[in-house]
């Protein structure tokens, strides 16, 4: 499944780099999808060029469903880090239960309905200022 | 005379294995964030109070420790040259405060295993606010944990807004609160207890500025559940702590404090976010009961939690308190918010915890201010916050780190 562009002010890129590049523009071509380990079947949370279980470094790249629940989250007022951020709060920021993983991301939802734990999202793409795309969340308020 | 050569080589004497104390303590003449000091100067200072404070003599100093160097701190071989110290052992860790039991720690085995005899552990704080403004490279600049695509130390994902300790723990806090029904009262209990000590530290930077349920609340929130009174400081200044051969202590100015055990920082997938303990289910980590406290340092020092009269915390965020009292088992999973408040935590307690202030009252340096208020409560030398009859303080984190100081022995 596609994953659409959510409605949101954009954050920093990630750092892509050769080692990364792949996980990255899988998600920049709107498809969510983390390496699977073709030595013990492990799926890399978070995606990385190695095995956390068994150091093999060959994977293909699994599909990841699109839907699920949040787990935590909170809403950042006041930037306490780098002043890019700055145009961005409040945002809402928290970890979303899906596919078997805690996914980390923000969360676009004007409701508030996204700080009451379990409540569901769906994942989308987060335009970042000077690079490819971050996952991000979106809730489905009402109206 | 060697069998082979027929050589009279020198031997040396043999050595007993020596024990490692705490003979001295010292602090920068003030915390603050506007101290314009540089980072050499207040650890200069640091030194200085400490070798006054123990009567040991600069050139007997054979070892240095150090946490994190720059910029930030100092290098531990431009603080050898600067004091016109002679080592024969060094060691220095990278940034950040988590290592100042591990640092310790080291330098003991280090007097025992007979590599250096008197070690000056000593750290300098900075602040890109504060005289990181005027070194290249300091001001404002964001961790680098914070950037590392597997995530930060604290649970950070700098892309999607998770970009410092802050936010990081403020997710932490959150889903504690969520999961065991804590609430802002009971994070508001930790900040208020912290800084009625404070008021009873001079060096606190908070000393004049006592917290009320009212004032605290009417904190403006960074990040829900976090005001910014569960904030630790942003401060600069720099600590020393003398780590000396027993016998050598012994003829030195004060009482000596023994290092009774200690427990290394724990690290693995479930115990990845410094400021939660395994088990909550945040970050990487297995969302389980929480196993069994962590009693083994307590086993090492031939006591049970019973038995420590204080408690020291890495409080960088008032939740940080609750990890710890679970993770070595002063209270079952999920009741810490109701320990601080049935047991308390202030000085009338009985067990009261972080009396200098802490990272939220004190100044954040690094826990080594912890480690110094322990010596002194040991010696019962704290003043109008000393524990009655303090012999055994703890000092202990969320990451699982930590060091057992009792009285004399």
Known sequence: MSLDYLTAAPGPAPVVHPGNAPWWQALAAGELRLPRCTGCGTVRFPPAEACWRCLSFGYELAEVTTTGTVETSVVVKRVTGRSRWQADVPYRTGLIALGGFRLPGRIVCSCGAAGTPGTPVTAGLLATVDGPPVLGFAHACPG | ?409
């Open chain 2, 1 to 409: 005379m060697c069998a082979r050569c027929r050589r009279a080589w020198p031997r040396p004497a043999a050595e007993v294995t020596p024990d490692a104390v705490i003979a001295g303590i010292g602090t920068s003449r003030a915390f603050g964030l506007r101290l314009e000091l540089s980072p050499l100067r207040l650890q200069l200072e640091a030194l200085a109070s400490a070798l006054a404070d123990s009567g040991l003599d600069k050139d007997e100093i054979d070892g240095v420790g150090t946490s994190h160097g720059s910029p930030g701190g100092v290098d531990y071989d431009e603080f050898v040259l600067a004091a016109g110290l002679d080592v024969r052992w060094a060691s220095q860790k990278w940034t950040h405060g988590r290592w100042a039991a591990t640092t310790v720690t080291e330098a003991a085995l280090a007097v025992q295993a007979g590599l250096a005899s008197c070690i000056a552990v000593i750290d300098t704080t900075t602040s890109g606010r504060g005289y990181g403004r005027h070194l290249t490279g300091l001001g404002g600049r964001p961790t680098r944990e914070g950037l590392r695509e597997l995530g930060g130390s604290h649970g950070e994902w700098d892309v999607h807004g998770v970009d410092t300790p802050g936010v990081a723990t403020a997710l932490v806090a959150r889903h504690y609160m969520d999961r065991y029904g804590a609430t802002e009262d009971d994070l508001a209990r930790v900040a208020m207890a912290f800084r009625a000590h404070a008021e009873l530290n001079p060096m606190a930077i908070m000393a004049a500025k006592p917290m009320t349920a009212e004032s605290y609340f009417a904190e403006p929130v960074i990040v829900r559940p976090f005001r910014r009174a569960d904030f630790c400081l942003d401060s600069e200044g720099a600590t020393c702590l003398l780590v000396c051969d027993r016998r050598r202590a012994a003829q030195l100015r004060q009482p000596a404090v023994a290092i009774a055990a200690a427990a290394g920082i724990h690290a693995s997938r479930d115990d990845h976010i410094l400021f939660a303990r395994p088990g909550l289910g945040v970050g990487l980590q297995a969302a389980g009961p929480w196993r069994q406290p962590e009693l083994d340092v307590f086993g090492r020092a031939g006591i049970g939690p019973g038995d420590v009269d204080g408690l020291y915390v890495y409080d960088s965020f008032g939740s940080n308190l609750w990890m710890v009292l679970e993770r070595f088992g002063f209270c079952a999973e999920g009741e810490a918010p109701g320990y601080v408040r049935d047991t308390g935590i202030g000085l009338d307690s009985v067990r009261p915890v972080n009396t200098n202030g802490g990272l939220m009252s004190e100044a954040h340096q690094s826990g080594y201010g912890h480690l110094v208020e322990m010596v002194r409560q040991l010696r019962g030398q704290a003043g109008p916050r000393q524990i009655p009859g303090a012999a055994v303080l703890q000092w202990a984190t969320p990451r699982g780190d930590s060091l057992i100081l009792t009285k004399g022995g």
